[in-house]
């Protein structure tokens, strides 16, 4: 079955950096565009970050666009976040989630992970 | 950028209700729009896709209508598992989601 795992989260201080991987099992990984989504603590959800299948192309949000950078190696079924310039308000927790449809991106999203928190705090 | 709103922010219901969610977006998106189910410490759970379409799995007193700006979420006979809280998603223009309604009980 599906299943994607993130890990890398953690309590970090303004300003610094962090990187968040996602393990993706159970589908062929190569075939999907995947994205983050992030959720600040009580709060809605916010899309982060797409890649494409094959990594070509990547889009952000205007929130974390120069400052976020996703990213992914196929033949290690892994997704990341590496996320630098660190404020207080990327606290959240940090999906990924895979998007529904094979090679071409629709930007909406079939199954998710579990996530993993940061907080950015001082 | 497309912004989206939902309405209420909070639903009081008794098991057995029908139930229906509004979210309006500030601009055409067509029917790019999904429905997803949060319960608490879980990850979203796709319900909803293309503003009618019902997600593999789903039980059937789901659906979701709408198009252009206006969209509808409806449960036809609210039941235990469905106290939750639900977020509508545009996918026209990258993505944007709505602030979400929690779905109580009475």
């Known amino acids: 079955q599906v299943q994607l795992v993130e890990s890398g989260g953690g309590v970090v201080q303004p300003g610094t950096s962090l990187r968040l991987s996602c393990a993706a099992s159970?589908?062929?990984?190569?075939?999907?565009?995947m994205h983050w989504v992030r959720q600040a603590p009580g709060k809605g959800l916010e899309w982060v970050a797409i890649i494409s299948s094959d990594g070509s192309e990547k889009h952000y949000a205007g929130s974390v666009k120069g400052r976020f950078t996703i990213s992914r190696d196929n033949s290690k079924n892994t997704l990341f976040l590496q996320m630098i310039s660190l404020g207080a308000g990327d606290t959240a927790l940090y999906y990924c989630?895979?998007?529904?449809?094979?090679?071409?991106?629709?930007?909406?999203?079939?199954?998710w992970g579990q996530g993993t928190p940061v907080t950015v705090s001082s | 950028d497309i912004q989206m709103t939902q309405s209420p922010s909070t639903l009081s219901a008794s098991v057995g209700d029908r139930v229906s969610i509004a979210c309006r977006a500030s601009?055409?998106?067509?029917?790019?729009l999904a429905w997803y189910q949060q319960k608490p410490g879980k990850a979203p759970k796709l319900l909803i896709y293309?503003?009618?379409s019902l997600e593999n799995g789903v039980p059937s007193r789901f659906s979701g209508s709408g198009s252009g700006t206006e969209f509808t979420l409806s449960i036809s006979s609210l039941q235990p598992d469905d106290f939750a809280t639900y977020y509508c998603q545009q996918y026209n223009s990258f993505s944007t989601f709505g602030g979400g309604t929690k779905v109580e009980i009475k």
């Open positions: 159970g589908f062929t990984f190569s075939n999907y565009a």
């Open positions: 601009q055409t998106i067509y029917t790019y």
């Open positions: 989630a895979r998007d529904k449809v094979v090679i071409n991106p629709i930007y909406f999203f079939d199954f």
């Open positions: 293309k503003a009618s």
